[in-house]
């Protein structure tokens, strides 16, 4: 059974055959942190990960929040956005809402994300920097698919 919730006329959902991977990569190929990415890949990204896609009245997805979990100890958020004509409606702050507490993330461990313009909005959910950065590492490789940016 899908986890669902609504924002005014907005659908927040967890249902997989909702999503529309079309648009998914067309706003992911052209986004800072992944600007260029194959279809192929945003494709097996979203058939491996838990994702909450946020719908209009005509359900047409107009957002995303895409998590990367085993559901017991660890979870990483990405690919969080709303199409630009559905910003400044509450809906980064709904599908927030919807991911943290859906019932498949309860009581993790750790719960990670990176961004570099949305600080505020995750603090509102508790996010901040990493309680020990000492502790943590990554490999990151800039630029995999092209793109100018990256997270």
Known sequence: MPHESRHEDYLISDERSKLDVDAIHAFLSRSYWAGGIPHGLVARAVENSLCLGVYDAQDRQVGLARVISDYATFA???DVYILEPHRGLGLGKAVMRAVVSHPR???LRRF??????AHG?????????????????????PNPYGADGGC
Do not use: I, M, V
């Open 112 to 117: 990670t994300l990176g961004t570099r313009d």
């Open 121 to 141: 909005l995750y603090a509102q959910f508790g996010f901040g920097p990493p309680s020990a950065p000492q502790n943590r590492l990554e490999k990151n490789t």
């Open 76 to 78: 990483y958020l990405c």
């Open 105 to 107: 993330l309860q009581g």
